[in-house]
């Protein structure tokens, strides 16, 4: 239930999100400036700078630089919403206590060019690690948004068991779609920056990202 700033692991939410809208194609070529861009106010770096990658590649090689132009593109209710109906800024409704909600950038702020592409890698709102769970689920149950448990049952002290609630899932995104991400994230794994979860003999996909806490209005 532990909240924090999710990075760059929103950038396959991001990517999925222009996938279902037809805004990008996974070939697509990105100038991604040598790993340094300037947008309004504020210069985007990547750690793993590049000339150019394929819409797919920025998120296989994590540019924080195509992901923010792509993005622009987006439109902010869709983005908005597109991150509700992943899960964010509400609860899991995981059978654990105290869960938090965390929260996303509202409309209007998402119609700013600055929030839209720190939001598209994961920066300037709050999730916790179910919530990712769920996310990320979607993309190996074809679209499906599941609901995630612990137990089948509470049991109290008397010996009686109340049952715990399975909602049906939800389909939040098209399964062709879903499959395409399946295969990006094994890039990562295979080629990106994910090669450290790489296991022989299993099918392995993720994401890498950078969780940033802000404390007193800095990043710890």
Same mark, same amino acid.
């Given at each position: 239930?532990?909240?924090?700033?999710? +990075?760059? &692991?929103?950038?396959?939410?991001?990517?999925?999100?222009?996938?279902?809208?037809?805004?990008?194609?996974?070939?697509?070529?990105?100038?991604?400036?040598?790993?340094? !861009? $300037?947008?309004?106010?504020?210069?985007?770096?990547?750690?793993?700078?590049?000339?150019?990658?394929?819409? %797919?590649?920025?998120?296989?090689?994590?540019?924080? &630089?195509?992901?923010? *132009?792509?993005?622009?593109?987006?439109?902010?209710?869709?983005? !908005? $919403? +597109?991150?509700?109906?992943?899960?964010?800024?509400?609860?899991?409704?995981?059978?654990?206590?105290?869960?938090?909600?965390?929260?996303?950038?509202?409309?209007?702020?998402?119609?700013?060019?600055? !929030?839209?592409?720190?939001?598209?890698?994961?920066?300037?709102?709050?999730?916790?690690?179910? $919530?990712?769970?769920?996310?990320?689920?979607?993309?190996?149950?074809?679209?499906?948004?599941?609901?995630?448990?612990?137990?089948?049952?509470?049991? *109290?002290?008397?010996?009686?068991?109340?049952?715990? %609630?399975?909602?049906?899932?939800?389909?939040?995104?098209?399964?062709?779609?879903? !499959?395409?991400?399946?295969?990006?994230?094994?890039?990562?794994?295979?080629?990106?920056?994910?090669?450290?979860?790489?296991?022989?003999?299993?099918?392995?996909?993720? *994401?890498?990202?950078?969780?940033?806490?802000?404390?007193?209005?800095?990043?710890?």
């Amino acid at each position: 239930r532990y909240m924090f700033e999710p +990075g760059s &692991v929103l950038k396959p939410i991001t990517f999925a999100l222009l996938l279902e809208d037809k805004k990008v194609h996974p070939h697509d070529i990105i100038n991604t400036e040598n790993g340094r !861009y $300037q947008l309004e106010n504020k210069v985007i770096t990547d750690e793993h700078p590049y000339d150019y990658l394929s819409a %797919e590649n920025i998120i296989v090689h994590s540019s924080n &630089v195509g992901m923010a *132009k792509l993005a622009q593109s987006l439109d902010e209710i869709d983005f !908005y $919403q +597109g991150l509700m109906e992943f899960g964010f800024s509400r609860k899991s409704g995981i059978d654990i206590s105290d869960e938090l909600g965390g929260s996303i950038p509202n409309i209007h702020q998402l119609r700013h060019s600055t !929030y839209k592409a720190t939001a598209s890698y994961g920066y300037g709102m709050k999730a916790n690690f179910f $919530q990712l769970l769920c996310a990320y689920n979607v993309f190996n149950n074809d679209g499906m948004w599941i609901k995630p448990s612990i137990g089948k049952y509470f049991q *109290k002290a008397t010996g009686k068991r109340q049952k715990i %609630e399975v909602k049906k899932p939800k389909k939040v995104l098209d399964s062709d779609i879903a !499959y395409v991400m399946n295969h990006i994230l094994r890039k990562v794994v295979k080629d990106g920056t994910g090669k450290g979860a790489y296991t022989e003999g299993l099918r392995v996909g993720g *994401k890498t990202g950078t969780a940033h806490i802000s404390i007193r209005g800095k990043y710890e």
